[in-house]
T-cell receptor
Framework: EPEVTQTPSHQVTQMGQEVILRCVPISNHLYFYWYRQILGQKVEFLVSFYNNEISEKSEIFDDQFSVERPDGSNFTLKIRSTKLEDSAMYFC?????????????FGDGTRLSIL | AQKVTQAQTEISVVEKEDVTLDCVYETRDTTYYLFWYKQPPSGELVFLIRRNSFDEQNEISGRYSWNFQKSTSSFNFTITASQVVDSAVYFCALSEGDYGGATNKLIFGTGTLLAVQP
């Protein structure tokens, strides 16, 4: 069964450094998402992406964050200057373009640890 | 505003017991979608079920069943004859309808940690 893949599984970075999290969505999916889960808390929406542009972003997704689809398969989340509070599990998800409510399929996540 | 409430933070049961996980949602949309996801200890998010706002028919899939009631804005999840492998955090989520621009972002509840003891 096709799946969303995320790399790396764990990223350790010094505060202030840039980090890029990578995702390969399911190949025929057109909607892409990033979510964040701080340890022990709920999953929070960060950004959605369709047709090579951001569709919606949350308050969390400030100027330090950016997303990109550099080629036909990868979808990346960049954090420009990481802060301690950016430590979390980051999930990528994708869904087919259809009527609303299509299930989003999630990758296994990247655990980001900021030191 | 959209909101999902899972009042049960943790539930502990003994294997073979039935357990119901509660989910209450708020939305002003008439078209919306409800989901359940499972997060096992390994951390991934596994899609379990989707239900749209026009379909109140309950669904059963093996030991899993879902009870959607618009009158009480609830979408509860029951596991029959629970097993140790059911131990996980279960998240209920909501997304709005597709109005030609909606992004279908998921609004998650805070999750319920289910521990099934052998």
């Amino acid at each position: 069964e096709p799946e969303v893949t995320q790399t790396p599984s764990h990223q350790v970075t010094q505060m202030g450094q840039e980090v890029i999290l990578r995702c390969v969505p399911i190949s025929n999916h057109l909607y892409f998402y990033w979510y964040r889960q701080i340890l022990g808390q709920k999953v929070e929406f960060l950004v959605s992406f369709y047709n090579n542009e951001i569709s919606e972003k949350s308050e969390i997704f400030d100027d330090q964050f950016s997303v990109e689809r550099p080629d036909g398969s990868n979808f990346t989340l960049k954090i420009r200057s990481t802060k301690l509070e950016d430590s979390a599990m980051y999930f990528c998800a994708s869904s087919e373009k259809s009527l609303g409510g299509q299930p989003q399929h999630f990758g296994d996540g990247t655990r980001l640890s900021i030191l | 505003a959209q909101k999902v409430t899972q009042a049960q933070t943790e539930i502990s049961v003994v294997e073979k017991e039935d357990v119901t996980l509660d989910c209450v949602y708020e939305t002003r949309d008439t078209t919306y979608y409800l989901f359940w996801y499972k997060q096992p200890p390994s951390g991934e998010l596994v899609f379990l079920i989707r239900r749209n706002s026009f379909d109140e028919q309950n669904e059963i899939s093996g030991r899993y069943s879902w009870n959607f009631q618009k009158s009480t804005s609830s979408f509860n999840f029951t596991i029959t004859a629970s097993q140790v492998v059911d131990s996980a955090v279960y998240f209920c989520a909501l997304s709005e309808g597709d109005y030609g621009g909606a992004t279908n972002k998921l609004i998650f509840g805070t999750g319920t940690l289910l521990a099934v003891q052998p």
